[in-house]
């Protein structure tokens, strides 16, 4: 499949001049519309850097910007050579990964970028240097993207997986309640259905068809405006996740109180434990809560039957670890205390 990401960028206008991406669907596409639930942390990254550069900043980010500027190295600022005004880097998925990888200018979305840049005459140096693929310049980009995922994607993964999540279950609910038209109309000021064509806010009129595509709507959080993705399986519109600020994710050291709520005192702090330090013993465990052993074993059995945490036995040691489940129960109810 093509990888290219369309050079068509939107965003929401404050005057009368806003030009028109219009998509038709049909009941059919009406259908096969989903709202995605979990972030695209590569999306993240790169409208992260979209604010940094100054192309889309937006107030309700702010603080995520100057908390962002104070450990940035100015020498990485050749970063922002990649963005442009209908231009946002669509490659910096490796590098957002859990497990992140080096970024390789040959790879196919990082040359259709750089395409595209040269043909508008966007090219820097830098760029340019990149484009012939130079290690140097290379090795410059991934040591930017690194450092920015350090400073401005790390700390925020959880609140912006729950800003995720949350647009996404609001987007059902509204489906649920008012159809698809109306779940449409209540995702973003920019977007607007009247029944039978999809109107983006957007940098540049066009026409665009979905031709047997899935369409997917993408909530992102570090975006300060909306864009249009048109790829070989499916067409994403991305739009700005939440009107909240996005703040560093919370510390785990007390459950929260929606979690003391679930599931009691004791067995809350029991999960916030094993979420905190992943193989804790029973032993360990018991000394945490201040419980005897045959008591920490109980709770831990409740949270394993319930399937929050998974038991592992190794000699004479059992120990415990959070599943998925419980690890996002644990943060995701933390995210939700003021910061």
């Known amino acids: 499949m093509s990888m290219q990401m369309v050079c068509v960028r939107a965003r929401q206008h404050s005057r009368g001049d806003a030009r028109l991406i219009r998509l038709g669907l049909s009941t059919v596409d009406l259908e096969r519309v989903r709202v995605a639930d979990v972030p695209d942390f590569g999306q993240e990254l790169a409208l992260g850097g979209d604010q940094l550069a100054g192309r889309a900043s937006t107030r309700r980010l702010a603080a995520w910007r100057l908390e962002v500027a104070r450990g ?26 859990a497990a992140p990888s080096g970024i390789r200018p040959e790879w196919p979305p990082a040359t259709a970028h750089l395409r595209d840049l040269a043909r508008s005459g966007a090219l820097t140096p830098f760029t340019r240097a990149l484009a012939d693929g130079h290690a140097g310049a290379v090795n ?7 450092d920015f995922r350090a400073t401005g994607l790390e700390p925020y993964r959880r609140r912006i997986t729950s800003a995720v999540a949350t647009a996404s279950a609001t987007a059902s609910v509204r489906a649920v309640l008012g159809g698809s038209g109306d779940m449409l109309n209540s995702l973003h000021p920019s977007i607007r259905w009247d029944g039978r064509r999809l109107y983006l806010n957007t940098l540049v009129d066009a026409e665009e068809s979905l031709e047997g595509r899935p369409l997917i709507f993408q909530p992102t959080a570090l975006a300060g405006r909306i864009a249009f993705d048109p790829r070989a399986d499916s067409v994403t519109v991305i739009y700005p996740a939440t009107v909240d600020s996005i703040t560093r ?20 702090a029991a999960l916030v434990a094993v979420v905190r330090t992943p193989t804790l013993t029973t032993g360990r465990l018991a000394v945490t809560l201040g419980v005897s052993a045959a008591a920490a074993s109980r709770h831990a059995s409740v949270l394993r039957d319930s399937g929050l945490i998974a038991t592992v036995r190794d000699g004479q040691s059992v ?11 644990v943060h995701g109810t933390a995210a939700q205390q003021p910061a």
């Open 249 to 268: 994710d919370p510390e785990l050291r007390a459950p929260a109180p929606a979690l003391v709520s679930l599931l009691g005192a004791t067995r809350a």
């Open 319 to 329: 120990h415990h670890a959070p599943t998925r489940l419980g690890a996002d129960l």
């Open 140 to 146: 410059a980009l991934n040591r930017a993207v690194g």
């Open 72 to 97: 940035w190295n100015p020498s990485h600022s050749r970063l922002f050579d990649l963005y442009a005004s209908v231009y946002i880097p669509a490659f910096f998925a490796p590098a957002a990964d």
